[in-house]
């Protein structure tokens, strides 16, 4: 894992791992401003709001999956499972959200390739968002959700 801290955060990537955050922060309340992207090499890297509360020094939005309500609480299992497919890690996502009282959700951000640490950075969460874990994960398991 690439924690080489720059002067504007660390880079987490690591392959087969998903770093997954949290909220129950009404989605619809959450300023713009926090999700704004500013890109660079060649749109492949992305900053905002969030990734420098977190101090990441970029991530690539080919590997963020995002998901959640509008409107009040869902389940973490199903924005979770709506959003990655994949049951290799769910068992452990779900003792960390019990953990963290974050088993009802209004949305929740998936990192794929990426292993975030908190020791690392000491920020656990901001404002919105609450950082989960980094689960090991495999696209070949068997899908959360049968396909429709």
């Known amino acids: 894992m690439k924690t080489k801290p720059t002067n504007k955060g660390h880079d987490f990537t690591k392959k087969k791992k ?63 499972g709506a959003c990655s497919f994949s049951t290799s890690y769910i068992v452990n996502l779900m003792s960390k959200a019990k953990q963290k009282k974050l088993e009802n959700v209004s949305w929740v951000v998936l990192l794929f390739e990426n292993e975030y640490s908190v020791k690392t950075t000491s920020v656990a969460k901001d404002e919105y968002l609450t950082f989960l874990g980094a689960f090991t994960y495999d696209n070949s398991a068997d899908n959360l959700f049968e396909a429709e």
Do not use: H
């Open 18 to 80: 998903v770093s997954i955050w949290a909220s129950q922060y009404p989605y619809q309340d959450i300023p713009e401003a926090y999700f704004e992207e500013t890109f660079s090499r060649k749109n492949t890297r992305a900053v905002n709001v969030w990734s420098e509360n977190f101090k990441l020094c970029y991530f690539n939005p080919e590997n963020m999956e995002t998901n959640g309500t509008m409107e009040g609480l869902i389940d973490i299992k199903q924005a979770v």
